[in-house]
Structures are given as structure tokens and as C-alpha cells.
Antibody, heavy 121, light 108 residues
């Protein structure tokens, strides 16, 4: 069974850097085709894809946020880390991680339960 | 980036009704479309992929169709548990992936 779980701070201050961790089980990011994505959702608003990291360490970023995002992986811990710099109140959102499979499965399934991050001084 | 325009943004319907939600892509996406259902406080749940393929365990009252730029999600007979927000997502020539703005389905 594939599961993912997000963790990180619930509150960050404006201008700070956010670091979120996705810990997963049921698959390995050393397996060909496996990918982990980050998606966010501001309260009451739509979903927004942020970034993806692949088993071969290829990385992809949102066009509008790519200057602020960095995604990385620690295969020994089955973790993917997303950092977002220069946080602003508009970045307040629930942040999800989800799996896709390169070449085959570009829909998100499964998802983690999400972690709410509030940006406020 | 491919833009996804979803309509309507909200919809009121009754149990037993047939409802249709539409998603239009800014360019052809050749069926590279998924639909999700999201309930308050929960992560989205995959319903359909490749425009019309039902995810395992999803009731058959959900169906999808479309081609090119225009796609629809249909619920043939609304059940109480179907009242939720629905999102489309394109994955053509990805990344970046993009979502529609969502359709909130409410009880009339």
C-alpha cells in the first residue's frame, strides 16, 4: 500500500523560508518511473501544482514559482523535501504531496493528508 | 502553460439528479485529463483518468468523456455522498500540470 505524509511548520513568518517533508512508503524513489509531486491549496481556493522530482533526480517546477522552489530527495529515508523561499501571506495554504509515475501515470494518486501552513507575523 | 477552465464554478442539485461538469483546455490535450473529488478538510480523491477511465472502487454513476480541448464529468444519479468539490487536471506534455478552478456541488 502506497502512503504519503507531509510534515513541516504550521506557522512561518513573512520572508522566511518554508521547508516541508514528504515521507512515503510502499514504493521507492530508486525505482524507475517513480515521481513525487507537491501541490498546494489556499483556503477556499483551487489546487496548484508546485514541483516534481523523479527517480533519476530530474526536477520540474511551477512556471510562476520556480525561482522560489527547490525540491530534493533522500532515498535512504524515503523522503522528499520542498523548500520555498521568501514566504508571503498569500502562500498560506494546505500543502500536499502525491505520487505520479513517469511515462504512465501522470494523475495524482495517492495523496498525503496535507499540512496547513499559515504565513503570518 | 496549458490553462484549464472549469464550469460551472458552483452547482445546486438534488439527490437523484444527473449533473455534468465541463473542463476546457487552452489547447488540445488528447485525453490527458483526470477528475478528482474533494470533500472539506480532505485530500482530493482520484475519480477518473485518461478522460474516461474509472479509478478502481469509484461508483459507476461517475463517467467522463471528451476529446481535444473539451471534457465532461457526469454523475448519473446524485447520491448524498457526492456533494463535494470537483477538479479537473491536465497532464498533457507535462510538467507543469494544471488544474481547473473547481466546481462546488451543493445540495438544492
Amino acid at each position: 500500500q502506497v502512503t504519503l505524509r507531509e510534515s513541516g511548520p504550521a506557522l512561518v513568518k513573512p520572508t522566511q523560508t518554508l521547508t516541508l517533508t514528504c515521507t512515503f512508503s510502499g514504493f521507492s524513489l530508486t525505482t524507475s518511473g517513480m515521481c513525487v509531486n507537491w501541490i498546494r491549496q489556499p483556503p477556499g481556493k483551487a489546487l496548484e501544482w508546485l514541483a516534481r522530482i523523479d527517480w533519476d533526480d530530474d526536477k520540474y517546477y511551477s512556471t510562476s514559482l520556480k525561482t522560489r522552489l527547490t525540491i530534493s530527495k533522500d532515498t535512504s529515508k524515503n523522503q522528499v523535501v520542498l523548500t520555498m523561499t521568501n514566504m508571503d501571506p498569500v502562500d498560506t495554504a494546505t500543502y500536499y504531496c502525491a505520487r505520479t509515475v513517469a511515462g504512465n501515470i501522470h494523475w495524482f494518486d495517492p495523496w498525503g493528508q496535507g499540512t496547513l501552513v499559515t504565513v503570518s507575523s | 502553460d496549458i490553462q484549464m477552465t472549469q464550469s460551472p464554478s458552483s452547482l445546486s442539485a438534488s439527490v437523484g439528479d444527473r449533473v455534468t461538469i465541463t473542463c476546457r483546455a487552452s489547447q488540445g490535450i488528447r485525453g490527458s485529463l483526470a477528475w478528482y473529488q474533494q470533500k472539506p478538510g480532505k485530500a482530493p480523491k482520484l475519480l477518473l483518468y485518461t478522460a474516461s477511465r474509472l479509478e478502481s472502487g469509484v461508483p459507476s454513476r461517475f463517467s467522463g468523456s471528451g476529446s481535444g480541448t473539451d471534457y465532461t464529468l457526469t454523475i448519473s444519479s446524485l447520491q448524498p455522498e457526492d456533494f463535494a468539490t470537483y477538479y479537473c487536471q491536465q497532464y498533457y506534455d507535462t510538467p507543469p500540470y494544471t488544474f481547473g478552478q473547481g466546481t462546488k456541488l451543493e445540495i438544492k
